[in-house]
């Protein structure tokens, strides 16, 4: 029985306040120090699904700073609970999945907001299991519209989309009503959700808004591009550094507190509903100038080999970034850059990896 099966088969969940104890005492730094922003959620039912994981749990961590009674449901497949370890007191966790219809009826009952976040968020391992990226990210995101539906709930959707949707496009900077042509597994069934999604607010009324996130990055995360590079140099101690592909792809990066001031933003606005976001920061940053900043950042220049792989993986694209205008539109400002982000990240994975190759000179934010 695999990890799908054993949610399918009957395994209960269990609802929770976690107390302090449930886990080891790691002290999390205040991430969102530049956001200052309210929105009116105080007081506000918020759903977080995969709200333990790098984007949910940043999000938690803010939306109970605004005052919402935030409800997490996570069923831990590639999160840490311990991301949530200065919040515990102040949500209820959800430990269930979410294709099981009797839990997510239950949770998405009285809710206002449902930040919908849970999924397989990664594209190699879409390729690897793509039963399980298909069962969460489509199938999970029916059970939800279903659920809210058949239990007459009020609560609107803010969809955790994907670049990937739009597969390899046929020209950047890429705007919301370029081709939807995904080449991953991955990309396939984020889009199939958004469908979903889209579908269910055209023919049940259910409030639904796609945010198509470009790459995050940011303190909890545990995978992608630069998780990745700091992951392998501290293995190598800072010697070595293997980068896939040839290092020219340029990328996207947003800053997570930046996304969740998207969300945030978004949900709140009526002439968002029905619509699908960029969310990004529409400055591309190429894979070898990302190499350059995180070795200038952690003073390893010239001290480190580069090796390009020349080649990358199944499903990844050339070229990928954001036109923002309509995001702007909204009002939103992506206000972290790419070096003082980055900054912020080597210092959180060092206070939580403890990596003697960054020395705490070179990474003062
Ligand atoms: N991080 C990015 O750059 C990025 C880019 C594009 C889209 N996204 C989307 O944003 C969302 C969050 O991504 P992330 O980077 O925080 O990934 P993550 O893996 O850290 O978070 C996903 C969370 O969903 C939970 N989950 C997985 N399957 C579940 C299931 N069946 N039931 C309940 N919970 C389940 C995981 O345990 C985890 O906590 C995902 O929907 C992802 O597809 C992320």
Same mark, same amino acid.
């Given at each position: 029985?695999?990890?799908?099966?054993?949610? !399918?088969?009957?395994?209960?969940?269990? =609802?929770?306040?976690?107390?302090?104890?449930?886990? @080891?005492?790691?002290?999390?730094?205040?991430?969102?120090?530049?956001?200052?922003?309210?929105?009116?959620?105080?007081?506000?039912?918020?759903?977080?699904?995969?709200?333990?994981?790098?984007?949910?749990?940043?999000?938690?961590?803010?939306?109970?700073?605004?005052?919402?009674?935030?409800?997490? +449901?996570?069923?831990?497949?590639?999160?840490? !609970?311990?991301?949530?370890?200065?919040?515990?007191?102040?949500?209820?966790?959800?430990?269930?999945?979410?294709?099981?219809?009797?839990?997510?009826?239950?949770?998405?009952?009285?809710?206002?907001? !449902?930040? *919908?976040?849970?999924?397989? #968020?990664?594209?190699?391992?879409?390729?690897?299991?793509?039963?399980?990226?298909?069962?969460?990210?489509?199938?999970?995101?029916?059970? $939800?519209?279903? #659920? !809210?539906?058949?239990?007459?709930?009020?609560?609107?959707? $803010?969809?955790?989309?994907?670049?990937?949707?739009?597969?390899?496009?046929?020209?950047?900077?890429?705007?919301?009503?370029?081709?939807?042509?995904?080449?991953?597994?991955?990309?396939?069934?984020?889009?199939?959700?958004?469908?979903?999604?889209?579908?269910?607010? *055209?023919?049940?009324?259910?409030?639904?808004?796609?945010? =198509?996130?470009?790459?995050?990055?940011?303190?909890?995360?545990?995978?992608?591009?630069?998780?990745? &590079? +700091?992951?392998?140099?501290?293995?190598?101690?800072?010697?070595?550094?293997?980068? +896939?592909?040839?290092?020219?792809?340029?990328?996207?990066?947003? &800053?997570?507190?930046?996304?969740?001031?998207?969300?945030?933003?978004? #949900?709140?606005?009526?002439?968002?509903?029905?619509?699908?976001?960029?969310?990004?920061?529409?400055?591309?940053?190429?894979? @070898?100038?990302?190499?350059?900043?995180?070795?200038?950042?952690?003073?390893?220049?010239?001290?480190?080999?580069?090796?390009?792989?020349?080649?990358?993986?199944?499903?990844?694209?050339?070229?990928?970034?954001?036109?923002?205008?309509?995001?702007?539109?909204?009002?939103?400002?992506?206000?972290?850059?790419?070096?003082?982000?980055?900054?912020?990240?080597?210092?959180?994975?060092?206070?939580? *990896?403890?990596?003697?190759? $960054?020395?705490?000179?070179?990474?003062?934010?």
């Amino acid at each position: 029985m695999d990890h799908s099966d054993k949610w !399918i088969h009957g395994y209960s969940h269990l =609802r929770t306040k976690l107390q302090k104890g449930w886990c @080891k005492n790691v002290n999390l730094t205040e991430f969102h120090t530049n956001v200052n922003s309210n929105y009116g959620y105080e007081g506000l039912r918020v759903l977080v699904t995969g709200g333990a994981g790098f984007i949910g749990a940043n999000l938690t961590k803010k939306l109970v700073r605004l005052g919402a009674e935030v409800t997490v +449901l996570d069923n831990l497949y590639s999160s840490d !609970i311990n991301n949530l370890v200065d919040v515990f007191e102040s949500i209820d966790f959800v430990y269930g999945d979410i294709r099981d219809h009797q839990v997510v009826e239950a949770e998405v009952r009285d809710q206002d907001l !449902i930040f *919908h976040e849970a999924a397989n #968020a990664s594209v190699p391992n879409s390729v690897k299991d793509t039963q399980y990226d298909l069962e969460t990210n489509a199938r999970g995101t029916l059970t $939800i519209l279903n #659920a !809210i539906v058949k239990t007459d709930s009020d609560a609107k959707v $803010i969809y955790a989309s994907s670049a990937a949707v739009y597969g390899e496009p046929p020209s950047v900077p890429v705007r919301e009503d370029f081709p939807l042509s995904p080449i991953s597994p991955y990309g396939i069934t984020k889009l199939t959700g958004e469908h979903y999604g889209m579908t269910f607010y *055209h023919n049940y009324g259910v409030p639904f808004i796609s945010l =198509r996130y470009f790459n995050v990055y940011g303190p909890l995360q545990r995978r992608y591009v630069m998780y990745d &590079f +700091l992951w392998k140099l501290s293995q190598s101690r800072g010697s070595r550094l293997e980068v +896939l592909g040839d290092g020219n792809q340029a990328r996207d990066f947003i &800053f997570v507190s930046d996304a969740v001031e998207a969300n945030l933003l978004l #949900a709140m606005k009526p002439m968002a509903v029905g619509e699908s976001f960029n969310v990004a920061t529409g400055e591309p940053t190429t894979i @070898k100038e990302l190499v350059e900043l995180t070795l200038e950042a952690l003073g390893l220049q010239g001290k480190t080999r580069i090796v390009y792989t020349g080649k990358s993986w199944k499903g990844d694209v050339t070229n990928l970034y954001a036109d923002i205008t309509k995001l702007k539109k909204v009002g939103f400002k992506p206000k972290v850059g790419i070096s003082r982000g980055l900054r912020t990240l080597l210092n959180w994975f060092k206070e939580r *990896h403890g990596s003697t190759f $960054i020395t705490s000179s070179c990474v003062t934010a």
